[in-house]
């Protein structure tokens, strides 16, 4: 089955600095889609980025972009000069190419942003 | 706003009793998943339906079920409630599976069993 590890509960960025969150998941797929989203404070589930397994290069949005270590099985957030809007709790999520595209999340990481 | 439809927003409720928790997906989705969050956990997927039928099933309990109707719209009944049962409950759509289209939550229904 597949898995996603968060293995950083809480991180810390001084806002306008940069951050990354670190993200590992266990597959024995080569075709998948991984994605990063955004759970604020209101707990609404906002979609921050996402990167297809076939594609070599890294997604970027904005502020925000990944680092995609596929043999690894690595994907990474980067954020950019943080405001203090990205404080909230990351979620990584794998999806598979199966019938039921479900995703499949980690247990989060909250993103404290100082001032 | 990700179009997704999510009522009621919060509901209190007591041991022993059932609930429906109601879901409108976007329009022109046709996969509806359901999501259990507890008190700061991660998001644990239920059931999937697409255009009607069941399609996974995760961890739900079998005081658990769902359905989803012919105009797309679900439903998640949740019966003999529990105190364990307190959560926020998303209902996600998409237009299909197996792709890169994201997955659109609603904004939850906040479930609290006193």
């Known amino acids: 089955a597949q898995t996603v590890t968060q293995s950083q509960p809480e991180m810390s960025v001084q806002e306008a600095e940069t951050v990354t969150l670190s993200c590992t998941y266990d597959?024995?797929?080569?075709?998948?889609?991984l994605f990063w989203y955004k759970q604020p404070p209101s707990r609404q589930m906002i979609l921050v980025i996402r990167?297809?397994?076939?594609?070599?290069q890294n997604a970027t949005e904005n502020r925000f972009s990944v680092n995609f270590q596929k043999a690894a099985k690595s994907f990474s957030l980067k954020i950019s000069d943080s405001q203090l809007g990205d404080a909230a709790m990351y979620f990584c999520a794998y999806r598979d190419t199966s019938n039921t595209g479900k995703l499949i999340f980690g247990q989060g990481t909250t993103l404290q942003v100082k001032p | 706003d990700s179009g997704v439809t999510q009522t009621p927003k919060h509901l209190i409720t007591a041991t022993g009793q059932r609930v429906t928790l109601r879901c409108s997906p976007r329009?022109?989705?046709?996969?509806v998943y359901w999501y259990q969050q507890s008190l700061d956990q991660g998001l644990q997927f239920l059931i999937q339906?697409?255009?009607?039928?069941?399609?996974a099933k995760g961890n739900i309990l079998e005081r658990f079920s769902a359905q989803q109707f012919p105009d797309l719209h679900s439903e998640l009944n949740l019966s003999s409630l529990e105190l364990g049962d307190s959560a926020l409950y998303f209902c996600?759509?998409?237009?299909?599976?197996?792709?890169?289209?994201?997955?659109?939550f609603g904004n939850g229904t906040r479930l609290t069993v006193t």
């Open positions: 329009s022109g989705d046709l996969s």
């Open positions: 996600a759509s998409s237009v299909s599976q197996g792709t890169n289209s994201p997955l659109h």
């Open positions: 339906y697409y255009n009607g039928e069941e399609r």
């Open positions: 990167q297809e397994a076939y594609k070599q």
């Open positions: 597959t024995s797929e080569s075709d998948y889609y």
